[in-house]
């Protein structure tokens, strides 16, 4: 930071032009490196909340908080960028008239933000933010009210990370697994959360078919994952046909390549070894799912459509038969 002038006004005018210019270097960087729209866009409260599934709340008080931890408003403002610099002169007057007074040393309250993960998103106090960060603080004096979501806020940066978020929920909602069975469920595309979700409910409507009896959710996820995914991704390791992608996307595509070329929905050696000559080599590729259709077209969950479901169809997943489960 350039030293001060002994001029407080001149100070705070010298602060604001500062960070208006980091602002319009920062858009131009953006532009340059050829990075999303939405890279140094605020992240909107209300939007990331809907992608991760609102389950309570509760207010933790007055806390400090690290400035580098506040990336979004509850407000729709545009006044302020990712990093809370000024977007234009509109806010000018109030910036500065805000910052002179904590040069002058007087008392300025603490903001109010929502932590939703590790991320704090401001619902009172976005000039005083941007004043902080403009003069090199660390951390901000603010009241703190929790928000408890369905699927955590771990990996948002940018708003189009929310959609990735959306279908991880939508996800959960129809899977009902442990925290540490989640963990291991990992995909690069988001539509693979929605073919996955097929794939479970279309092997338990198999399995209650099979056992003439009746399962909900929970116990239809729980037996999927230790009967059907858990052996499964070993054979598939213990047979190098993971290739480059996770266990679930190598899963997913062996899944639906198996019953496209041998229409079996068994899993044993010979199936693996089929498997194996027919794609030539051990080391075949996995790759990411293909694009996902358009959303409107798919409204609410997957689990709610009454057609047959992605795994029903001879190319789809591991799961043939038309229908989902009625576990709900």
Do not use: C
Request: hydrophobic share 35%; no cysteine; aromatic share 8%.
């Amino acid at each position: 930071m350039p030293a001060d002038t002994g001029f407080p006004r001149n100070d705070v005018e010298n602060d604001f032009e500062r960070a208006r210019r980091r602002q319009v270097l920062a858009r131009l960087s953006q532009r340059l490196r050829r990075e999303p729209d939405d890279v140094n866009l605020i992240l909107p409260f209300d939007e990331v909340v809907a992608a991760l599934g609102m389950t309570g709340e509760r207010k933790l008080g007055l806390q400090v908080i690290k400035l580098d931890t506040v990336v979004g408003t509850v407000d729709s403002t545009r006044d302020f960028d990712r990093r809370f610099r000024p977007t234009s002169g509109r806010v000018r007057e109030r910036w500065e008239r805000l910052a002179l007074a904590q040069r002058r040393g007087e008392s300025i309250p603490p903001i109010d933000v929502y932590r939703v993960g590790d991320l704090h998103f401001v619902s009172d106090g976005h000039h005083r933010v941007s004043i902080a960060l403009a003069t090199g603080q660390k951390t901000i004096d603010a009241y703190v009210t929790e928000i408890l979501t369905a699927v955590p806020a771990q990996g948002i940066r940018r708003r189009g990370d929310l959609l990735f978020k959306s279908y991880e929920r939508l996800f959960r909602s129809r899977v009902k697994l442990t925290p540490q069975a989640y963990a291991k469920i990992t995909v690069s595309d988001p539509w693979s959360y929605a073919e996955l979700g097929e794939a479970v409910e279309a092997w338990g409507f198999r399995l209650m078919q099979h056992e003439h009896k009746f399962y909900d959710r929970t116990e239809v996820s729980r037996r999927w994952f230790t009967e059907e995914f858990t052996p499964v991704v070993r054979m598939l390791h213990a047979a190098d046909l993971v290739g480059d992608g996770t266990d679930a996307e190598a899963y997913l595509t062996i899944a639906r390549e198996r019953y496209r070329l041998i229409r079996t929905h068994e899993w044993n050696d010979e199936v693996i070894e089929e498997l194996q000559r027919q794609f030539h080599s051990p080391r075949w590729r996995i790759r990411g799912s293909v694009t996902a259709p358009p959303p409107e077209k798919h409204g609410g969950t997957a689990a709610d459509q009454p057609s047959g479901t992605a795994a029903d169809q001879p190319s789809g997943t591991a799961a043939g038969e038309h229908g989902r489960t009625a576990a709900e």
